[in-house]
């Protein structure tokens, strides 16, 4: 990905005129922002790195596998998040990681841990660089300098086993690479968030990641059969049977463990034939009530759409401003909702079916596929428009959280509160994307004026979200991952007694402390 923002850089959007004139008219924002510097142009605070541990680390992977140079070192800086996009268009000096190391299976990971705790090195692991959450935060945590694992060698199609359909693959995989290699023997992952084009294999475990299929496929967690984990005290291989009652489940450690705990290596998943047919359907309700209503009941009833979400009546009138239309795609009213079926022809025709009865029982009228097509094909793009925003002076960024049926109203009231006190003026948009027989997540999207000091204004609001989500009964966080951004409100999250189990275990599996330092734990 391009270093100071998101994805392909030849996939870069302009605002268009209307956006354009909304951003005038309702956020009085006219100008460009200050452009940050070239790549060459970066400050890097210097490597702590010594050459001698460059040597140790390069006689455990080979020498063209580590480097300490600016230009490695930059790209794997940070996340993707707004903070980090503001961070790297500053003419300060920047933090990055000291040195990259670049594994190429489990004996070199396990031999660059033992050097790092044995070298007081911290270990920052690396997939597709997409966090939003202060994730990849070069933090040294008190240790001499920090190294950015990248795990991008780890990219193989390890087994498919088509009789059980499971399949094992290399934490190192993009989803793009993966869904190939699946695709390439009939069989298909069906995990597609929105960072599906740069993310990994092993970062979708480690974050608990929740794709855009989720209705029809599970969480990336639920589909986890087995999981292969290198920690400094040793490889634990997790995962036996479909099912067992063989105490705790120690696969839940390392789903979400943001590679605190170990570095994942390999996950076993299941998978499923690529789909014969496919369907969709747009509608429209009246107010955000009323299509709450009609995605509980669709959920409730398991009708079965492999993707079913809805926009607020703010997100559907941007979208449309913002997003490229199919042709003969009809105008939208109220709120937009967007559902998808996939399978055999048969199953497609009944599930769509059972959710279209179910979706008109509750008041939604049909707008037909066009609506629905249109959001499939710009579904990866929205970053890129955040990256055009951030040019043209207006801030923009997104958080997540989730919560049952009963008190999702409240929950989306007080986080839009929260976000408009923060910031004064600003557009808040909200939508439904994962839902849940009892409950569902609200991610919210909030675009403001760029003021003076945009990383305090962001903390700002970002810290009266948290605070009144926790205070609503929500969770932290859906499927973002808690990072270093979401940290302070674990103890909320868990309690006391959850915090020092974390501690507990990190103990034993990290003595040293080396794996990500400021992430997640308390």
């Not at 639920?222 to 705790?248: F, N, Q, W």
């Not at 999250?493 to 330092?517: F, H, M, S, T």
Request: net charge negative.
């Amino acid at each position: 990905m391009k270093w100071d923002a998101w994805g392909d850089p030849a996939l870069a959007k302009e605002l268009s005129a209307d956006i354009k004139g909304l951003l005038a008219a309702a956020l009085g924002v006219t100008g460009d922002a200050t452009p940050g510097p070239a790549a060459d142009e970066v400050l890097l605070r210097p490597s702590r790195i010594t050459p001698d541990d460059l040597k140790a680390l390069a006689d455990a992977v080979g020498e063209d596998h580590v480097s300490a140079a600016d230009a490695d070192r930059l790209p794997r800086a940070g996340g993707k998040s707004t903070p980090d996009l503001l961070r790297r268009r500053s003419r300060e000096p920047q933090d990055a990681p000291d040195a990259v190391v670049l594994p190429g299976g489990e004996d070199e990971i396990a031999a660059v841990l033992a050097l790092c705790a044995e070298r007081r090195l911290a270990v920052v692991p690396f997939g597709g660089g997409t966090s939003v959450v202060g994730g990849l935060d070069p933090e040294r945590g008190g240790h001499g300098a920090v190294v950015s694992l990248d795990l991008r060698r780890l990219d193989r199609l390890l087994d498919l086993d088509e009789t059980s359909g499971e399949a094992v693959l290399g934490a190192g995989l993009t989803g793009p690479a993966a869904e190939a290699l699946l695709a390439e023997r009939g069989y298909e992952l069906g995990h597609y968030p929105q960072s599906f084009r740069y993310a990994t294999i092993g970062g979708f475990a480690a974050t608990r990641s929740s794709g855009q299929d989720s209705a029809g496929y599970g969480r990336f967690d639920e589909m986890v059969r087995g999981l292969r984990v290198v920690t400094p005290v040793g490889v634990l291989d997790l995962g036996r049977a479909p099912a067992s009652a063989a105490g705790p489940d120690l696969r839940e450690l390392f789903l979400g463990s943001e590679g605190t705990l170990g570095v994942i290596t390999a996950v076993r998943l299941r998978v499923h034939p690529l789909p014969a047919a496919k369907a969709y359907e747009a509608w429209s309700l009246p107010d955000f009530a009323t299509g709450t209503a009609a995605l509980r009941a669709v959920e409730q009833q398991g009708t079965g759409p492999t993707v079913i979400r809805l926009s607020d009546e703010a997100e559907t009138m941007v979208n449309l401003a913002m997003t490229e239309q199919i042709g003969g795609a009809p105008a939208v009213t109220g709120c937009l909702a967007v559902t998808v079926f996939e399978g055999t022809e048969d199953q497609v025709a009944t599930r769509h079916r059972l959710t279209r009865d179910a979706l008109l029982a509750v008041g939604a009228t049909s707008l037909g596929e066009q609506p629905a097509r249109a959001w499939e094909h710009g579904r990866f793009n929205a970053p890129y428009l955040r990256d055009s925003l951030l040019g043209a002076g207006a801030l923009c960024e997104t958080l997540e959280t989730a919560t049952d049926w009963s008190r999702l109203p409240q929950l989306r009231a007080a986080v839009t509160e929260a976000l408009t006190g923060a910031l004064p003026g600003a557009l808040v948009l909200c939508h439904i994307s994962h839902v849940y027989p009892t409950g569902a997540s609200l991610y919210f999207t909030v675009v403001a004026a760029l003021g003076e000091d945009p990383l305090t204004q962001w903390a700002a609001a970002k810290r009266a979200a948290g605070d009144a989500i926790v205070a609503a009964g929500g969770t932290i966080t859906h499927h973002h991952a808690v990072g270093a951004d979401h940290r302070p409100w674990m103890t909320d999250e868990i309690g006391d007694l959850g915090v020092r189990i974390l501690r507990a275990v990190k103990a034993e599996l990290d003595p040293a402390g080396i794996l990500n330092p400021g992430k997640l734990i308390p």
